[in-house]
């Protein structure tokens, strides 16, 4: 298992195994990273299927803690529970996973995870465009489009990066097409085909929104 942090990164990823364990630490134990004051968010890769009991103890100021195993297996220490209560842990991940059945259990707030809805073109030739359903920690949303090119300046053809802010409640007062006709270039079509962000509204509106505070409502 390989737990690995970098340049912008105020956090640590684990990937590289099923389970990850308190020895997968030992290159971080004595480095300030570990006990960052401004806090610190750990994302476990789609491979990890299973956390050591007390790993998390190692990590004494994590504040947001991603899992992308929709599968993943978590049982927490009490030591660990106080821990994740006591720094409010915002826990992220998709909608009717394990992310979201841990945070219901432990109390705590859950965000649903950034998702890509759409990737069109071709990075090769004039460019693809990918385009990331983002949220804010309030659950506001937002998409981020993203074109990326070889060769050729991104802003020759109208490329380049944009972030587009959208309503509090969209996933209630839009429709996918409504959302998708906000975004620039060719994606329109991509985002309605592949139905991401359709099925993500839907169950949004379902539950009253991408945020659910489970540490007030249970």
């Not at 290159?27 to 789609?46: A, H, K, Q």
């Not at 380049?160 to 060719?186: H, Q, R």
């Amino acid at each position: 298992m390989i737990v690995s942090s970098g340049y912008r990164k105020n956090g640590f990823d684990a990937h590289g195994g099923k389970l990850l364990q308190k020895k997968d630490m030992d290159f971080w134990m004595n480095l300030p990273e570990r006990t960052d004051p401004n806090g610190i968010c750990f994302e476990l890769s789609e491979e990890v299927e299973e956390v050591e009991q007390g790993f998390f103890e190692l990590v004494p100021t994590i504040c947001e803690f991603r899992m992308l195993n929709p599968d993943c297996r978590l049982y927490l220490s009490e030591e660990e529970k106080e821990l994740f209560q006591k720094n409010n842990v915002l826990i992220r991940g998709a909608f009717d996973t394990s992310a979201e059945v841990f945070a219901k259990e432990n109390r705590l707030r859950f965000l649903h995870t950034d998702t890509v809805i759409a990737r069109e073109g071709d990075y090769f030739e004039r460019g693809i465009d990918i385009l990331t359903l983002c949220f804010y920690q309030d659950g506001s949303a937002y998409i981020n489009q993203d074109e990326k090119c070889q060769g050729i300046s991104a802003g020759n053809t109208g490329g380049g990066e944009v972030d587009i802010n959208l309503p509090k409640d969209f996933y209630k007062t839009m429709s996918a097409k409504d959302v998708a006709g906000m975004c620039w270039g060719n994606c329109y079509n991509d985002i309605l085909e592949r139905g991401i962000l359709n099925s993500l509204m839907k169950k949004a509106a379902k539950k009253n929104g991408f945020l659910k505070e489970y540490s007030k409502n249970g």
